[in-house]
């Protein structure tokens, strides 16, 4: 079992910055992919970006492309999501999640993704 825990959530003002870890233990993989989803209240989970375990492929949601930056240091086995240029609508529950994979590819699909954290609560206020 792989276990994944979201910090680093909180109330910033619109236009400000915060970093998100995603920290996993247990089973590990030597290839996999690693995305970032969020919920707003009343809102279906999202899509907001991924990563390949090798840090090299990254991928993106229209809505946060150009302030957020999604990277992994496989030395701590853990995940980031820089957020920048943060605005009201960016406001949800962020969560990390985890799937094994032999090659890279874009997954979209949250039921994709058999491993997730606890959520991260982001209030962006204006």
């Known amino acids: 079992q792989v276990q994944l825990v979201e910090s680093g959530g909180g109330l910033v003002q619109a236009g400000g910055s915060l970093s998100l870890s995603c920290a996993a233990s247990g089973r590990t993989f030597s290839t996999y992919i690693m995305g970032w989803f969020r919920q707003a209240p009343g809102k279906e989970r999202e899509f907001v970006a991924q990563?390949?375990?090798?840090?090299?492929?990254?991928y993106y949601a229209d809505s946060v492309k150009g302030r957020f930056t999604i990277s992994v240091d496989n030395a701590k086995n853990t995940g980031y999501l820089q957020m920048n240029s943060l605005k009201p609508e960016d406001t949800a529950v962020y969560y990390c999640a985890l799937v094994r994979t032999l090659y890279y590819r874009r997954i979209r699909q949250s039921d994709e993704y058999p491993y997730w954290g606890q959520g991260t609560q982001v209030i962006v206020s204006s």
């Open positions: 990563i390949s375990g090798s840090g090299y492929s990254t």
